[in-house]
């Protein structure tokens, strides 16, 4: 009997030990999913130039991750308008206040940031045409540093296909870009020798400011079949829409490399959309924010395939024509 007794108590003890210990356990999980749901960050933004559409999507994605903007982010939103001086105080401004993930923009924006932010701060970029090649990243497989973001770059061939569509005869071309800007300059080679190897004459075009790219185009409208544009800060900075005005007195088509120039006025072009890449680098943030992951444990990326758009009004006025298989392009208007 003594034995019986003393096993219901020593039962009883277990059964209550276990119940204080899943007690234990439980209140430990609440607490740490308190504490993860708790967790608040800082983010800044730096813009270089604008890119709205760009932030827009960035924030969309952390948006749908449950990281709102006034609840739980706080966005520290910069415009450095195009100024190197304007876009070290920024990123000396991010380092400063501590934050926990840049988000950045462009190929020269974000040179100066990842100069000015220490290594421990994640840096997301977009709108930046040649990652590796401009030193910021080593591969899109593997950044090697805090780095890591979404290109806008267009595989090439699209160019060439797209021009050869349009002017099947075509000649010669002339591409603009920033004078001394890696990224263009690029571009701008690699389309040279693939447009040379249909027998394409290429003049090149490099300019420092939008009105050095209104008198090339001007100068030049008489005797090259096309104009082409850039992925640069100068074009989308002004510089294309001097080539529109050009284009619009002379019907000189344009292929153009910016989603914005064709709306505004160039014929038709293959196209990384701002928003779609803002979108895949504020999921790559996400990963970063909440699974706690390194950017270099990410993978760099583009959209592929890219938008094909076309400006059905331009094209009209330069008295061009598309393939009757036009099922894959996107008219403006």
């Not at 277990?14 to 209140?27: A, G, N």
């Not at 071309?173 to 040279?192: H, M, W, Y």
Request: charged content about 20%; hydrophobic content about 35%; aromatic content about 8%.
């Amino acid at each position: 009997m003594k034995f019986a007794i003393s096993s219901i108590s020593f039962l009883t003890q277990r059964s209550t030990l276990y119940l204080l210990v899943s007690l234990f356990l439980l209140c430990a999980d609440a607490n740490a999913s308190a504490s993860e749901s708790s967790e608040s960050y800082t983010i800044g933004i730096s813009v270089w130039s604008g890119y709205p559409e760009s932030v827009n999507g960035f924030k969309d994605s952390l948006k749908q991750a449950g990281l709102i903007e006034e609840e739980n982010v706080t966005y520290l939103y910069r415009n450095a308008e195009s100024s190197k001086e304007k876009q070290v105080s920024i990123a000396e401004e991010f380092r400063d206040k501590n934050v926990d993930l840049v988000y950045s923009l462009t190929t020269p924006g974000t040179i100066i940031v990842k100069q000015y932010m220490p290594d421990s701060t994640p840096i997301v970029f977009s709108i930046v045409t040649y990652p590796a090649d401009a030193g910021l990243i080593e591969s899109f497989d593997y950044s090697g540093n805090n780095l890591v973001g979404t290109s806008n770059f267009v595989e090439l061939k699209y160019y060439v296909k797209l021009l050869k569509d349009v002017l099947p005869d075509v000649k010669s071309v002339a591409i603009f870009r920033r004078k001394g800007e890696p990224n263009s300059k690029i571009q701008a080679v690699n389309l040279d020798r693939l447009l040379r190897r249909e027998s394409v004459e290429v003049i090149h075009r490099p300019a420092s400011t939008t009105d050095e790219v209104a008198l090339m185009a001007a100068d030049v409208a008489g005797s090259v079949d096309a104009f082409i544009s850039t992925t640069d800060t100068l074009m989308q900075g002004g510089g294309e829409q001097q080539l529109i005005n050009v284009s619009k007195l002379t019907k000189t088509p344009i292929l153009s490399s910016n989603k914005q120039g064709i709306f505004e006025g160039s014929t038709l072009g293959p196209v990384a959309d701002f928003y779609i890449l803002g979108k895949m680098s504020g999921e790559k943030a996400v990963k970063i924010l909440k699974d706690k992951l390194s950017p270099s444990s990410l993978e760099s990326s583009l959209q592929n395939p890219p938008n094909i758009l076309v400006n059905q009004e331009s094209l009209e006025h330069q008295g061009l024509m598309l393939p009757s298989d036009n099922s894959t392009y996107i008219f403006t208007n």
